[in-house]
């Protein structure tokens, strides 16, 4: 499995302030206040984000991955959505069957309107892993491009939905698809 990227800057709080009027009957006004903007992202910005997460993938580490995603997280990846809880059994379990992975994501494209962002990468990874049929380890790569949906939420960009794109997987240099 691959899930591709993580978390970082910046903030959108909404406020409100109240006044209070002088004399026996105080009242509470509610004054709309325009909510701090949050910075706009740069392509290198969202990239050193990625580049964050390759260390976490590298280190087979799916806490510090899923520190990053929000409640509510989903992932699709060769036609099958699950939530974060499912995601992350699945993440850890993979991580278990690799040895030496090594990661490389490049962020390829982004729009971003407000607290919400939508990042395209291209990733590819490599690692050794057994080969259920001759039963000895071989070199598994995969790559492929994630679409990833990004809110900010309390000035940290968690992301909400990977969806993962065109992926090939090979196993001793034969395409490959794994048990989900």
Known sequence: MKIGMIAAVLGLLGTISFSFGQGAKPVAKATSVKAPQVKMMTKADWQKMFDEAE????????DGLFGGMT???SMTMMGQ????????????????????LKCDFKVTSFKQKGNTATVVNRFSNTARMMNPTTKKMGKSADSGTETLTFV?????????????????????GKPFTPGM
Not at 83 to 90: M, R, Y
């Open 55 to 62: 260390k976490h993938f590298e280190k087979e580490d799916a």
């Open 71 to 73: 409640a509510d997280f």
């Open 81 to 100: 959505t699950m939530g974060a809880k499912e995601a992350k059994e699945g993440m850890k379990q993979w991580f278990g069957m690799v040895e030496g």
């Open 152 to 172: 900010n939420v309390k000035g940290k960009w968690l992301v909400k939905k990977i969806v993962s794109n065109d992926m090939k997987m090979t196993l001793d």
